[in-house]
């Protein structure tokens, strides 16, 4: 039997991967294979893939054998095979179990000794201090110390807090009332509010604390990157969020973003990248410190963020890049995001609303015309995904309604 070229596994069912099929099915026709827990809105009802559910797949007993036998059975029908993480939890299980997959994978994955470091704040932001990266001023509060941290805290409210990456596995599955994905506070009774609702929910893992870096939503910035597989920076990509999410379990996410080029933004990133020694996908959150003139960085995820679509809104196919690295063998200059366009995850009429620089607000107008959507395409719509996604996206009027606060 003649082996196919190559088979994209995508980790993971949620925007990102849905997003990652487009992408695949855009430059090759393939169909990729998703493995997951359980198909979520933004993978159901679509045509373009194959995939497989496991209960339990995000644990390591679960996860490594599975994945193994996947592999063994697909490397017998196609030359090369290539995964892609969707999540932190699946990224790091790649990383952890990676030397098990070796030699049936044809990329990489960070070495778990580098992951380690991103997890926890203390060692990245001193492998920051080490690489001249800047980042906002920051404390990790162990858990019995959540009581009496405030009278050491060398800055003032409001601050910012939000469980440590390396427990974001715990506090996933933890459900209590007014639950969020981080907690902007600005006064010490908010603060304790929020330690008593995380004592009653028996979280007891760390938690990061950090200055507030003024600036509404429209001062971030995300860069996702693909570095190959000896480390060098293949394509780069800049975008301004717009708006971001306000619902409790998707707070911070990026709900509109606008393409950027920041030359300066894209040769820190690049260096850094390089010096460490990365190699896959990265995805950096920044913010703009405007007392400081300069771009704070919050965090580096493993892989491409829930977003990532912006991207493809700026002319970079990321899964190319990918294919034509690691299944091609092909070498290029750098490809870095010089285009000026517009990716969301809302309705337009949210960012009518809600978006209050009028100077953001016109050119949003502008671009609104030819605004990318992660989960409408036109190649995948049948009756009961455009039912479901529709409703999905109109979702969000409701949320913004209960949730929305201007910071």
């Given amino acids: 039997m003649t082996k196919q ?22 430059v090759y026709h393939v169909r990729p294979l998703i493995l997951c827990q359980r198909l979520l809105i933004p993978t159901m009802h679509s045509r373009l893939f194959d995939y497989r559910t496991f209960d339990g797949f995000d644990s390591d007993a679960v996860f490594v054998p599975t994945l193994l036998s996947v592999l063994r059975e697909m490397g017998e029908r196609y030359e090369k095979l290539i995964v892609i993480a969707c999540s932190d939890y699946y990224a790091n299980l790649m990383s952890r179990h990676y030397d098990e997959f070796e030699g049936r994978i044809a990329n990489r994955f960070p070495s778990v000794e580098l992951l380690e470091q991103f997890e926890t704040k203390d060692k990245f932001y001193a492998l920051c201090e080490r690489f001249g990266m800047p980042y906002p001023a920051t404390v990790v509060c162990e858990a019995e110390k959540r009581f009496s941290i405030l009278g050491t805290l060398p800055f003032s409210f409001p601050i910012v807090v939000k469980p440590e990456n390396s427990n974001a596995r715990e506090y996933l599955h933890l459900s209590f009332e007014g639950k969020k994905k981080v907690y902007f506070l ?11 609702a995380l004592d009653r929910a028996g979280y007891r893992g760390k938690l990061i604390i950090q200055e507030y870096i003024e600036g509404g939503d429209s001062a971030m910035r995300v860069v996702n990157s693909f570095s190959d597989n000896e480390g060098k920076v293949r394509a780069s990509c800049l975008g301004q969020p717009l708006l971001e999410e306000y619902a409790p379990y998707t707070l911070g996410n990026y709900a509109a973003i606008i393409t950027r080029y920041e030359p300066r933004v894209y040769s820190e990133v690049q260096s850094f990248l390089e010096k460490i020694g990365y190699v ?43 294919v034509e690295s ?32 009028p100077i953001l607000k016109k050119e949003m107008k502008a671009l609104s015309g030819s605004c990318l959507y992660t989960l409408y395409h036109k190649k995948d719509r049948s009756l009961k995904r455009l039912y479901r996604i529709t409703r999905f996206y109109l979702s969000h009027y409701k949320n913004y309604k209960k949730y929305y606060f201007d910071k």
């Fill in 5 to 26: 070229p190559f088979l994209p596994i995508i980790l993971g069912s949620d925007e990102n991967a849905y997003g990652d099929v487009r992408l695949f099915h855009e």
């Fill in 186 to 196: 600005n006064d010490p009774e908010e603060f304790y509010k929020v330690m008593h």
């Fill in 326 to 357: 690691t299944v091609e063998g092909n070498c290029h200059d750098t490809v870095y995001g010089d285009k000026v366009a517009m990716w969301s995850n809302v309705p337009l009429g949210i960012l009518r609303r809600y978006l209050k620089d």
């Fill in 280 to 322: 896959g996908f990265s995805n950096f959150d920044m913010k703009y410190d405007a007392r400081r003139d300069r771009y704070v960085l919050f965090e580096i995820n493993p892989r491409l963020g829930r977003s990532s679509f912006f991207v493809r809104a700026a002319g970079i196919n990321m899964m190319k890049e990918l």
